[in-house]
């Protein structure tokens, strides 16, 4: 049973810097491909980040492009979102999420974490 965990949410000001993480438990993610999502209040779920976990590869959304990282730490299989340059907008809902595929092609996530929420005050 794969299980994913999220932590590293909170309130931060505009322009400040918050890092979200995943952990991953339950399987080999070997042949997973990793990804973060989001969802605000009255919208749809919105892709953010996405990371192959063998290869390391990752794909964004454009909205976050420039400002947010995502990476994985294999040891530890955990997958962080490093987020700066935070603006009000990015305030929502935070998932993690596993596709078990190994491909950035149309992310379909299988497995999905909890959420964390991310508030950023202007």
């Known amino acids: 049973q794969v299980q994913l965990v999220e932590s590293g949410g909170g309130l931060v000001q505009a322009g400040g810097s918050l890092r979200l993480s995943c952990a991953a438990s339950g399987r080999t993610f070997r042949r997973f491909a990793m990804g973060w999502f989001r969802q605000a209040p009255g919208k749809e779920r919105e892709f953010v980040a996405a990371?192959?976990?063998?290869?390391?590869?990752?794909s964004y959304g454009d909205s976050v492009k420039g400002r947010f990282t995502i990476s994985r730490d294999n040891a530890k299989i955990t997958v962080y979102l490093q987020m700066n340059s935070l603006k009000p907008e990015d305030t929502a809902v935070y998932y993690c999420?596993?596709?078990?595929?190994?491909?950035?092609?149309?992310?379909?996530?299988?497995?999905w974490g909890q959420g964390t929420q991310v508030t950023v005050s202007s």
């Open positions: 999420a596993a596709q078990s595929a190994d491909n950035l092609q149309g992310f379909v996530a299988d497995y």
């Open positions: 990371i192959r976990w063998s290869a390391g590869s990752t």
